[in-house]
């Protein structure tokens, strides 16, 4: 008996050990790696940029997209381990994914994994469900979000005004280490804006 309480206080004390750990380490981190890719859409029209876009700025311009119904539209960004450790890159939250009702204008509905972007950034064919994935130190991994416009364009021009949109300018993902999750918001190197359906698509 001795034995196994010896043996339970040790395991007790790793478990403890690991999640104070876990929890402070400051210097473990996922962030915006550097390789980007333009978003790809597929049956929607790209719109030029919105003025003033396009003078000196500090924020990027949005790409812009006309609406067009059950049509995608996917963002690829890079990520980085930039830590001195092994990091667990879980994804993209399914809780961010749940707040969007499916009869939005568009929404998130998948995450794709890109590889390793330093060896080429992938096509059409190339990417794959998101799965956890291990990032070494410095390590970087492609990641996309697929979005998708909604088919009910009756809906779209009853909820959503000609001339305003829907956008995003970041992603959260998820990570962890040891035991705790822990989140970041990734900042788009190009935000994305898909506009409501304007007054000729409404007509018909």
Known sequence: MRFLAVGLVLVVAAVLAAAVADLTVPFATIGHGSYS???VAEGLEVLPPEPPCGARSATPCAARFDYA???????????????RVPLTLDGVPRRWFEQFPSEALTRPV???????P???IPGAMGATPFLAVVLTPLQERMVGVEFRTTADVAYACTHWGAG?????????VVWHWVATEHETQIDLARPVTLMAPTATDCSG
Do not use: H, M, Y
Request: proline share 8%; hydrophobic share 40%; aromatic share 8%.
């Open 118 to 120: 330093a060896r080429g």
């Open 110 to 116: 998948a995450v794709l994994d890109g590889g390793d």
């Open 37 to 39: 890719r333009a978003p």
């Open 69 to 83: 119904p059950n049509q995608k539209l996917t963002v690829w960004f890079s990520l980085r381990n930039e830590s």
């Open 164 to 172: 305003v949109g829907i956008g995003w300018d970041r992603i959260p």
